[in-house]
């Protein structure tokens, strides 16, 4: 793999990068206290690049405008159907990427130009053609924005055309996308066939600081798992089974696990197909479940102060950790006292973390805590989840070839 960071070209003057970005961030999310992670994420890249005299344009997905998605994350609606929705309107404009033009001027103190031919469904090759013009006779160092991928059937479709007219609007391509790599789409393994491609920067981080929790993970190790279902981490589960020393269960799929104990979980959400699973796991002391909980109406909502101190204490004592999702219902200010004090004890400790997944990762973007050096974030939800339980993804291999 070919890395930004190794890049000796000193000057790249009035050549274009397409660098991919993941701003699949809801609009919640983008007024909390600290720069969204998955914005910071190309910050450097966008600076390392213009300063050379390069000219970048961004690209980016948001949301599912397109088709409703199943399960499995595979499209459930057919080719006509997709089409049709985008034509009568589903293209929303709440998943425009027009705000990020303004939010990425503000913290890189420059414009950044937004172009919205992309989300035409057409995507002429006249269209293509004038946009490539456009950025060609930008002077150097300029940022474009490309409107929602996604806006355009081609990109999850990994459609050939609409991968070469992207690719046509550049030289080379950047990906720092990782929480983006686990889908197969046009601008994540379309256009690194075409052009020169690299791991960026944060990119490079995600794959260093993952890999080394998979390779060398020093002892205890414990494994925290939230977030609603069980279904999502049974892969990470069994990467780690051996080398966990201990997986502290919280969230909804703690609902599942005290079901699969016998325990009455009310109106809460579980999921009966995971029980069998659950079940099994249970037999070893490694499964450590809530003692004490939050309840409103009959839901489980949020892990109880109990249980807080008994995982604090263990995660004092780890050298290595690993959190994904979130202890309780943290959309509710009130019902974030599980995940913040988990969060407290591991910003505290001294053992290695990694922590994501989409809502934790917000959690602590909206919050006031201060990073530390022995902490590192994900920017992925799925990705992460892929990557730890240790399947490859389509967007690092892509840049392997
Ligand atoms: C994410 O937010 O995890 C990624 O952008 C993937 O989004 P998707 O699940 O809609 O493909």
Known sequence: MKYLSSFKTKNLSGKICLLRADF???????????????????????????????????????????????????????????????????????LSLKPFAKILSKLLKKPVDFIDSVAKLEFTTSQVVKLRNKIKSAPCGNIFLLENLRFNPGEDKNDVKFTKKLASLGDFYVNEAFAFCHRPAASIIGIPKLLPSFAGFSLENEIKNLSKVIASPKKPFIVILGG?????KVGLIENFWDKADKFLIGGGIANTFLAARGEKVGNSVYEKEKIAFCKKLLKFSKIILPVDLMVKNGRILDIGVKTQK???????????????????????????????????????????????????????????????????????????????????????EALNK
């Open 24 to 94: 699949n961030i809801e609009n919640a999310e983008l007024s909390g206290k600290n720069i969204h992670p998955r914005i910071a994420a190309i910050l450097l890249a966008i600076e390392f690049l213009t300063k050379k005299g390069a000219k970048v344009v961004i690209l980016s997905h948001r949301g599912r405008p397109a088709a409703r998605i199943n399960v499995d994350k595979t499209p459930i609606d057919t080719d006509k159907k997709i089409s049709e929705n985008l034509r009568n309107g589903l293209r929303k404009s709440a």
């Open 228 to 232: 609603v279902k069980v279904a999502d």
């Open 310 to 396: 008994n995982y604090a204490e263990i995660i004092k004592k780890a050298k290595t950790i690993i959190w994904n999702g979130p202890m309780g219902y943290i959309e509710d200010k009130g019902l974030r006292k599980g995940s913040e004090a988990v969060l407290r004890a591991i910003l505290k400790s001294k053992a290695f973390g990694v922590i994501g997944g989409g809502e934790t990762t917000s959690l602590l973007q909206a919050s006031s805590f201060k990073l530390q050096a022995n902490v590192f974030v994900s920017t992925g939800g799925g990705a992460m989840l892929e990557f730890l339980a240790g399947k490859k993804l389509p967007g690092i």
